[in-house]
């Protein structure tokens, strides 16, 4: 468990346009965590091509390219998701969610990381994932996770850590199930905590400008709007904020249970609000 940072999520109203992300990014002082990175992989959540807030909302992933660009001119920057669908790619969920105008940009690259080559990994402490099968890409650059806030079915809530789901290769993990990683819903909190031992975020930028209320893919948005964005290194801590923000506790949350003090703490938390009066 890295300590640096662990337990600080920076916080702020989320304004129109995203107007908000620049500063919270500078206060928490991204750039110099890129210092020596080349490439960037920005995950939003693309399970399906579902409108957001079941999504991620393209607007949100823009404007975190955009930053990159301005502030780092030499850096490669991939938007990248492995979609849950077996009836069709995530360049489809690209196409319907309007991610494919990103892919034009100088210095951009949109990839499927279901198909990309991935690096067998073994660890056997971890009881529900001994063996790992995740992208190679994920371990040649820095990773930024871009998950929506929402409620889920079975997991109870969807937030950073279980977004790296859609890291797993379905040719390892569909299980021969309808899903494309319908492995995962065997022991699911246990296989999220697993699956993030071998690799979580670097850094997370939560969408919490609606909230799904009830579950993933289906029922009421948060009413009203939750209208937050939050950031954090920590995926623990970040997790625990959003489980906060949808009303619930992370003790609750048995993958955030299990990740407190192994991969960040989900108590105490310390929540920065910088100052956006200058934002126009």
């Avoid at 409108?51 to 992933?61: E, K, L, M, S």
Wanted: contains cysteine; negative net charge; hydrophobic residues 40%.
């Amino acid at each position: 468990m890295k300590q640096e940072n662990n337990g600080i999520v920076w916080s702020a109203p989320a304004l129109p346009l995203y107007q908000s992300l620049e500063p919270l990014l500078d206060a928490a002082g991204l750039i110099d965590a890129l210092a020596g990175q080349q490439t960037v992989v920005i995950k939003p959540n693309l399970v399906e091509a579902l409108d957001p807030p079941i999504t991620t909302p393209v607007g949100i992933v823009e404007a975190m390219v955009d930053y990159l660009v301005k502030r780092r001119t030499d850096i490669e920057i991939i938007v990248a998701d492995g979609t849950g669908s077996r009836e069709y790619d995530t360049f489809h969920c690209f196409e319907r969610l309007a991610y494919l105008p990103l892919g034009r940009k100088e210095r951009v690259e949109l990839r499927d990381l279901n198909t990309e080559p991935s690096r067998k990994l073994v660890d056997a402490s971890c009881k529900r994932w001994p063996q790992m099968y995740l992208p190679e890409l994920l371990f040649q650059s820095f990773l930024i996770s871009v998950p929506v806030l929402k409620a889920h079915s079975l997991s109870r809530v969807t937030l950073t850590m279980k977004n790296m789901m859609g890291c797993a290769p379905p040719a390892h993990f569909s299980g021969g199930g309808s899903w494309g990683k319908s492995s995962f819903h065997r022991g699911l909190e246990e296989a999220i905590f697993d699956l993030n031992r071998y690799r979580t975020p670097d850094f997370t930028v939560l969408d919490a400008t609606i909230g799904m209320a009830r579950a993933h893919l289906w029922g009421p948005t948060c009413n009203p709007p939750v209208n937050r964005i939050a950031l954090s290194y920590d995926p623990v801590a970040i997790d625990s904020y959003g489980t906060s923000l949808l009303h619930k506790s992370w003790r609750d949350i048995g993958h955030i249970r299990m990740a407190h003090q192994v991969l960040g703490i989900a108590e105490p938390l310390d929540i920065r609000e910088p100052d956006l009066i200058q934002v126009q």
